[in-house]
């Protein structure tokens, strides 16, 4: 089945250090979306990307939707340490709109 | 804003047990979602419906059924528990409109553990 390929798993940084993460598909996708999660919370949209090539920011956040419409990315930068969390990535499955999730990047900051 | 209501916040059931979970949509959002999410796992898609019709399935167990009333809230009804339906259960809404969909915005999820 359509399977989300997010990298990388986990990552240890320190506060005010950039962040990359990135996710990748074999499928063509309409949409991408990147969520966040705090532990036993529901994801929180940060940004949703429509158009291959689109770049949006939110704040310290930018995601890009690839050219290929099979992978995205997002950056944060100058992170801080509420930045903390699971970031997944996701699109919609069908018209109905039901979405898959990639298996999440565990983001933790040092102050 | 008001947000995605879930009820209860935590839930503790024995196996063989009943559960219902309950999800009241942002206001005036149509459809709504029902993810399954394991410990350490992304979320999965169980069920969603559209103007209180069943749009989708994912999966969802035989023993669980789910519905939306006319006041566009939903219901999850879970049968028989066993160890393994332990999980966050998260319900999300959106609203239909011309040309696409508002993205769904989900709640603060009903810890089920089964004991």
């Known amino acids: 089945g359509q399977q989300l390929n997010q990298s990388p798993q986990s990552m240890f940084i320190q506060e005010g250090e950039d962040v990359s993460m990135n996710c990748t598909s074999s499928s063509i996708f309409n949409t991408w979306l990147w969520y966040k999660q705090d532990p036993g919370e529901g994801p929180v949209l940060l940004i949703a990307l429509y158009k291959a090539g689109e770049l949006t920011s939110n704040g310290r956040l930018t995601a890009q939707f690839g050219i290929t419409r099979k992978d995205s990315f997002l950056n944060i930068s100058a992170s801080i340490p509420s930045d903390v969390g699971i970031y997944f990535c996701?699109?919609?499955?069908?018209?109905?709109?039901?979405?898959?999730f990639g298996k999440g990047t565990k983001l933790s900051v040092k102050p | 804003a008001a947000g995605v209501i879930q009820s209860p916040r935590h839930l503790i059931k024995e196996k063989r047990e009943t559960a219902t979970l309950k999800c009241y949509p942002i206001?005036?959002?149509?459809?709504v979602y029902w993810y399954q999410q394991g410990p350490g796992q992304d979320p999965q898609f169980l069920i969603s419906f559209y103007e209180k019709m069943q749009s989708d399935k994912g999966s969802i167990p035989d023993r669980f059924s789910a519905q939306q009333f006319s006041d566009y809230h939903s219901e999850l009804n879970m049968s028989s528990l066993e160890l393994g339906d332990s999980a966050l259960y998260f319900c999300?809404?959106?609203?239909?409109?011309?040309?696409?969909?508002?993205?769904?915005?989900f709640g603060p999820g009903t810890r089920l553990t089964v004991t």
């Open positions: 996701a699109t919609r499955r069908g018209s109905q709109g039901n979405l898959i």
């Open positions: 206001p005036r959002h149509d459809t």
């Open positions: 999300a809404s959106s609203l239909v409109v011309t040309g696409g969909l508002i993205e769904q915005y």
